[in-house]
């Protein structure tokens, strides 16, 4: 970018007081964003207080709001719920509970909230602002506070973060909770999942969602469910019919469950509510299958937060503080979200009043509207879901002729299944054939190919690994052999899923076309691999499950040590020459520091690093947490960092270290990597599509594909999916370490090092700007899933 970096080391925080609470439903995460505000404002010299219980607290006073140091949040960010506790209240509702609140503020000088919560809690944090100068006023008049601090406190500063595990806050992406309830719920259906096949049941899961169908549209999306019920979209008239045609189906076609997901607050039409019983009381009824109910509950907004929330509460709690910083008394109460992966800032009262606006819509039937209220990122879900589940009739179906491949390409990665998946049906709805490829360009080359069918995927999207096959080897030294297997099979397009080699692959096919013709197609590279290294995409398949399995490591590692001694581990992770998973694992897991290859260092600043945490170690504080990746250093290996922590800290803390190896590499894909696969590699499918359809030559009778264009890599930028030419992309490419030249999270890599209380400076150009709900991109696509 082309802007001058702003810093935030002109904003003071001296002389300021900031309160942070929770408030309503508690959500995982939540407790990531206390602790960055905590850390924050402390930095910046803020006095920063808890108030415990939320609105009851701030009415109560006394013990309940209580100045808090940095060791006070340390060890909870792996701790779900809320440390400081959180209370509906009914007093502070009334203008006497709101005027005793103002007085416990102003009595400990704080003008500053942050408030972590859904939209009823904003709203009163948006009402207590507005009648604050009111309430002082009134204060004054009954001699409770003086003249001098009506003046001095005469504005009130108010910040929100939205944590709800229902994701139902318009103008942000992802409220903190929602992934680490996408993780309880997938957790338990590929449980169901086993035991419903062994005795070819139906299951009818019942998830939250009360006036929100977000988790189950997208847990049915995330574990290919036969039918979904949400609040936005009821289903037509007659849907008993037509649901029980398309189990029965399904069932004739040798598949041995069901797995029917409903939202608590789903309805008909007609806004009567269709409950988990009604449907499967229904499926008994008119099918005799077997069928059984699981109701969901509290199990969603309970345990650890995942490492998508930890990392989303870390960067919205540090922007809430900033948010504050630079607030005057004209700036109107702002929420600080996420839009794609920027964290951004939007007028509260917007936000609160297009999630009503979404409520009204559906009280009124006016369902179309309110799934577009809901923004763009539900509307995408909603028709995915639609175009995946519901496999048209073959006489319904357009016929194109055409024939695609679909291939995996590089190491492993998780969702890559969920992808191939995708591919094969919203190709085949699109009237192609569809081939799947074995063993990558190797099996290629050796006619390793089948037609596969829409059935041949059913199941796929839980499963980790890659199902196809995949191999590292590049089509370099096989170009004739590919050639010819593509002119055998009549392949006219190419969908090449997998990680830095899927990129390098399409690049020596994209140059080899001179040569040979048949590589004159249209070719499209979806990004997968853990090590998030693939140039032109934020994201990659994958990084997100391999994230998860380091941050549990790092609990658990760190867990181990607990009642013993002070100790600190170092922890290897993979990732080649990119640094992205040791550095996001460690704002994760609450690392005291990370060496990364993009970020040079040398033995003074181990020296530093061993000092610093010796000094941390002297206090409460019983654990430290180094993390490494595998290429950072050729020679400051891993056991020799672990060497030089444990003599250097002699007396004060004793050392171990882990590899983690390919536990990254396995597992079953996290949500996120299965919606984002699903959705990722459906437009690209349509994007092939296109192109088929404008490179086709009727005179020859086939496709003849020779532009820039037409060999693209879809990634995620910013806040939008876009497909870039692979030739393009070449210069932005250090092909030497296989990473790209510029990586957006270098930007976070400061966060870290705050909270970890390291004085560093930090970037803050992309911050500070109020946006408005409806100009953020339409296009805003998947920080959310």
């Not at 972590?116 to 009648?131: C, H, K, P, Q, V």
């Not at 019983?622 to 400051?636: I, M």
Request: hydrophobic share 40%; net charge neutral.
């Amino acid at each position: 970018m082309d802007h001058q970096p702003k810093f935030f080391e002109n904003l003071s925080g001296a002389g300021k007081a900031i309160g942070v609470l929770t408030s309503g439903g508690d959500a995982q995460g939540m407790n990531a964003a206390v602790r960055a505000v905590v850390r924050m404002g402390i930095y910046v010299n803020a006095k920063v207080y808890f108030i415990y219980e939320g609105y009851q607290g701030m009415v109560d006073g006394g013990d309940n709001i209580v100045e808090v140091s940095w060791e006070s949040v340390s060890s909870i960010l792996q701790v779900g719920g809320t440390v400081i506790g959180s209370a509906r209240c009914k007093s502070f509702r009334t203008r006497e509970g709101r005027l005793q609140a103002a007085l416990n503020l102003v009595q400990r000088g704080i003008t500053n909230l942050c408030v972590i919560g859904g939209d009823g809690s904003l709203t009163g944090a948006n009402l207590f602002r507005e009648e604050w100068s009111g309430l002082l006023e009134e204060l004054a008049q009954k001699g409770k506070i003086d003249a001098e601090a009506v003046k001095k406190y005469a504005y009130l500063n108010i910040v929100g973060m939205v944590g709800s595990i229902d994701n139902d806050f318009c103008g942000t992406d992802m409220t903190i909770g929602t992934d680490s309830a996408l993780h309880r719920i997938i957790e338990v259906v590929d449980a169901i999942m086993t035991t419903a096949q062994s005795h070819q049941r139906t299951f009818v899961l019942e998830v939250m969602g009360r006036h929100c169908g977000y988790l189950a549209l997208v847990s049915a999306l995330a574990c290919g469910a036969d039918w979904v019920f949400i609040p936005e979209y009821p289903p037509e008239e007659g849907w008993e019919d037509t649901m029980c045609v398309k189990l029965s189906e399904n069932r004739a076609r040798k598949k041995r469950l069901n797995i029917i997901i409903v939202a608590e607050g789903a309805i008909d039409c007609h806004n009567k509510p269709i409950t988990s019983e009604k449907v499967k009381d229904l499926v008994v009824q008119r099918l005799g299958f077997d069928t059984r109910v699981t109701i969901l509950g509290h199990v969603q907004r309970g345990g650890t937060p995942s490492a998508f929330d930890r990392i989303l509460a870390s960067r919205m709690g540090v922007e809430a503080v900033l948010a504050l910083l630079e607030a005057t008394p004209d700036t109107p109460a702002c929420v600080v979200s996420l839009s794609g992966n920027q964290a951004v800032r939007l007028p509260l009262m917007e936000c609160v009043q297009m999630t009503q606006e979404v409520q009204k819509a559906m009280d009124e039937g006016r369902f179309l509207e309110a799934v577009k209220l809901r923004g763009r990122s539900f509307e995408n879900n909603l028709n995915t879901y639609k175009l995946l589940s519901h496999r048209r009739p073959d006489a319904e179906l357009p016929k194109t002729n055409f024939n695609v491949a679909v291939l995996n390409v590089g190491a492993p990665a998780a969702g890559m299944n969920a992808a191939v998946r995708a591919a094969v049906r919203v190709g085949i709805t699109e009237g192609h054939k569809i081939f799947a490829v074995i063993d990558g360009f190797e099996g290629f080359a050796r006619g390793k190919i089948k037609e596969i069918s829409w059935g041949d995927v059913g199941g796929w999207t839980g499963q980790g690994g890659s199902i196809l096959g995949t191999k590292r080897t590049l089509p370099a030294k096989y170009l004739e052999k590919i050639a010819d297997q593509m002119r055998t099979n009549n392949i006219n397009a190419l969908m090449v899923i997998g990680g830095f080699e899927a990129f390098e692959s399409c690049l020596q096919l994209y140059e080899a076309r001179a040569s040979f013709e048949e590589f004159r197609v249209p070719m499209c590279v979806l990004p997968a691999t853990i090590s998030n290294n693939v140039p032109g995409t934020d994201y990659s398949l994958g990084t997100d499950t391999a994230l998860n399995a380091i941050v549990e490591t790092c609990d658990r590692i760190k867990q181990s040590a607990s009642g013993t001694k002070r100790r600190v581990f170092i922890i290897e992770t993979m990732g080649g020459y990119c640094g992205y998973l040791a550095n996001m694992g460690a704002l994760a897991a609450g690392a005291d520091a990370a060496y990364i290859f993009e970020e040079q260092f040398d033995i003074r600043e181990l020296q530093a690093n061993v000092e610093h945490l010796t000094e941390k170690m002297k206090t409460s504080i019983q654990r430290g947490l180094v993390l490494r990746n595998e290429n950072c250093n050729e020679n400051y290996t891993t056991d020799f960092i672990y060497q030089l922590y444990s003599e250097e800290g002699k007396g004060v803390f004793d050392c171990r270290k882990n590899v983690l190896g390919h536990m990254q590499q396995g597992g079953a894909p996290s949500p996120f990597d299965r919606n984002f696969g699903t959705k990722i590699s459906a437009k690209a499918m349509q994007w092939i599509s296109k192109k088929l359809k404008e490179t086709y030559r009727k005179e020859g009778g086939k496709v003849f594909a020779n532009t820039d264009d037409s060999v693209c890599l879809l990634g995620m930028r910013r806040r939008n999916l876009v497909f870039q030419p692979v030739a393009e992309l070449k210069s932005e490419t250090d092909f030497v370490h296989r990473i790209p030249k510029e990586q957006w999270w270098l930007k976070l890599r400061p966060l870290m090092k705050i909270l970890a209380k390291y004085k560093t400076s930090y970037d803050v150009s992309d911050s500070g700007q109020l946006e408005h709900v409806a100009m953020l991109p339409k296009e805003a696509e998947t920080g959310a899933i």
